[in-house]
């Protein structure tokens, strides 16, 4: 069943997430295969975390909301812009 959550949230429980001292993208940190998202670091790869880059659930549209859950996309509806469905300022994700 899939379900919402906020980037802060799913970095706390994901087993890719982690800080370290390094103060890239504020410690959120992505050590999974498939991020795009990164800065090298003394020869080191150091994937970034972002609602709109996460490997493991795609970022959460008004669709997304509608389905999953209503309340939200109520309170995100009227900021919708661009593209039909696209949120500028959502961290959600949509997980499985």
Known sequence: MSGLIQIDD???ECGYGYQDE???NNCYNCNHNDQEEFE???N???GKC???SCPLGPKADLQDMK???PDLYEE???EAWGEEG???NSDWVVYE
Do not use: A, F, T
């Open 22 to 24: 390094s103060g890239i």
């Open 86 to 88: 696209s949120l500028d």
């Open 10 to 12: 799913l970095m706390s």
């Open 50 to 52: 972002y609602s709109w």
């Open 44 to 46: 080191r790869k150091v």
């Open 40 to 42: 090298m670091i003394n």
């Open 76 to 78: 995100y509806k009227s």
């Open 67 to 69: 389905e999953l859950d």
